[in-house]
């Protein structure tokens, strides 16, 4: 299902109305949004003690998603993906997401369309202490 080496929670097929949209009539509505999020994270310590609180809450992203793509009400895919995946990125623990957002209901002839993305929590680099002793 993935390719990776990590460890993995995943939500797949989570369906969120949403204004989305560049025209006045999509402006207008809301339209379905079928959201698939791979989120790459260490589960050992949940594996282990078989509690929710060391688990990364897959009903709490499902949540906050769902609210986000509410609230934002892009214009564009591209835009409410990166908005989505740096939320993600800030407030739960993973080090990786790939997240794909489809507008089933935008082209006729398809059965949808929509993005991909996939972005990576960035580390926060140690910066040596300079006291002011260290000046002289």
Not at 26 to 37: C, M, S, V
Not at 40 to 58: G, K, P, W
Not at 89 to 96: F, I, Q, V
Request: glycine share 2%.
């Amino acid at each position: 299902m993935f390719h990776t080496e990590s460890d993995v929670v995943f939500v797949k097929g989570l369906t969120v109305e949403a204004v989305i949209g560049v025209y006045a009539w999509e402006r207008a509505i809301t339209q379905p949004l079928l959201i698939d999020i791979a989120l790459e994270t260490d589960i050992s310590r949940a594996a282990i003690s078989d509690d929710v609180n060391d688990a990364l809450n897959y009903k709490a992203v499902c949540d906050d998603v769902s609210a986000w793509c509410q609230a934002i009400k892009a214009q564009l895919l591209e835009h409410l993906a990166l908005q989505i995946a740096d939320k993600l990125l800030a407030k739960y623990s993973c080090h990786k997401i790939t997240l794909s957002i489809a507008k089933p209901t935008a082209i006729k002839q398809a059965d949808a369309v929509g993005v991909q993305i996939t972005r990576y929590a960035t580390a926060i680099e140690d910066k040596p202490v300079v006291s002011k002793d260290d000046d002289a």
